[in-house]
């Protein structure tokens, strides 16, 4: 589509227009697909779950992670089969006409809006399920209570302004930037990558399955573990883990070091997921949730757009990918230092 709005608008005119056409298409697909559905996604599971939150965006993390971690070898295995213009055709046809029937069909703004709470009960559950509160005199042992319907404690809804206000916000938004510019980086870049280290190109496509089925599998165990544990240690147990990765990246040269890059990559990729879903409604409530959320997926953006672009200047001017990557290493290590003073805005001693 945008090749042919580009050639009939340069037949209607003197000024050439395919580098224009190209960064809208481009700015578009930025916008659309990692900007906005991702946003509006993420912000929906947050308005919908409180206490099964973590479960929940873990589950989803699933298809988020090993969509991420598989695209690359998929896309691949398209563009052999089509070509990259058949590729692209079948991936706009998907998106627009069979995800955008799904989620026409099935998205809701709010709980609110079918009759029911957050976490699927209906608030006639919700008062039903809480135990009787007047005493009794009676000599037969009391029953046992039944349990009452438990929400995270969240008593305040922070602005957008608030929020940006904070040190956690922009500790977890750059956590989860730099994943986004690394990774993004690696991706763009893997076929190069590998041929530097002497691997053809599909044995260096090949290691994104590794990487997709670890990140599959934490992504939904970090889920649960989310319910229970601090944010903060699970973000600096990202930034670990990325850092080992992108080491293990640099040196695809020496096998034990591709399992290393694979694992280091798919973990912190499965945490990525997880912890972009739940931190901001935990943290600065669900009011302002979309405002707040807006500006933290503003920054993963911008930073994934960078990412490409690093890598290939620091290729051009070195000859190598090694010192650029071995800067993104440091990059989340560098973040834990901002991670370990943050703290959660709602209580300092919550969760």
Not at 145 to 165: G, I, K, S, V, Y
Not at 277 to 299: D, W
Request: proline share 5%; hydrophobic share 50%; net charge positive.
């Amino acid at each position: 589509m945008a090749q042919w709005i580009s050639t009939s608008l340069s037949l209607a005119s003197a000024i050439p227009t395919a580098f224009l056409i190209l960064c809208l298409g481009f700015v578009s697909l930025r916008f659309s697909g990692q900007g906005m559905l991702t946003l509006v996604s993420r912000t929906a599971l947050g308005k919908w779950f409180d206490q099964k939150r973590g479960m929940v965006s873990g589950t989803a993390g699933i298809f988020v992670s090993f969509g991420f971690s598989a695209a690359p070898l998929l896309l691949s295995f398209f563009i052999d089969a089509l070509g990259w213009r058949g590729a692209w055709l079948c991936l706009a046809a998907l998106v627009g006409i069979g995800m955008g029937t799904i989620g026409w069909l099935f998205l809701r703004d709010n709980p609110e809006e079918c009759g029911l709470v957050m976490d699927g009960r209906s608030p006639d559950a919700s008062l039903s399920a809480a135990p009787a509160s007047s005493p009794t005199t009676s000599s037969t042992p009391p029953t046992t209570p039944q349990p009452t319907l438990r929400h995270r404690a969240t008593p305040r809804d922070f602005t957008r302004a608030e929020a940006l206000r904070t040190l956690v916000f922009w500790a977890a938004t750059l956590a989860l930037a730099s994943q986004a510019l690394s990774i993004t980086g690696i991706t763009f870049h893997i076929v190069d990558i590998g041929a530097t280290a002497g691997l053809p190109q599909k044995q260096t496509v090949a290691l994104f399955l590794p990487i997709a089925l670890f990140s599959t599998l934490t992504g939904y165990l970090v889920g649960i573990l989310s319910d229970r544990a601090k944010l903060k240690a699970i973000y600096i147990g990202m930034m670990l883990f990325e850092a080992i990765g992108i080491i293990g990246m640099a040196h695809l040269d020496v096998q034990w070091l591709r399992f290393v890059a694979t694992a280091g990559l798919g973990i912190s990729g499965g945490c990525f997921g997880t912890l972009s879903t739940v931190t901001m409604p935990r943290y600065f409530g669900r009011r302002h949730l979309g405002a707040i959320s807006g500006v933290e997926m503003m920054t993963i953006v911008i930073a994934s757009a960078l990412g490409p672009s690093l890598l290939a200047i620091f290729k051009a001017l070195f000859g190598s990918y090694q010192f650029g990557l071995y800067l993104c290493a440091a990059l989340p290590l560098a973040l834990i230092g901002l991670l370990v003073p943050s703290q959660n805005p709602q209580d300092t001693s919550s969760r």
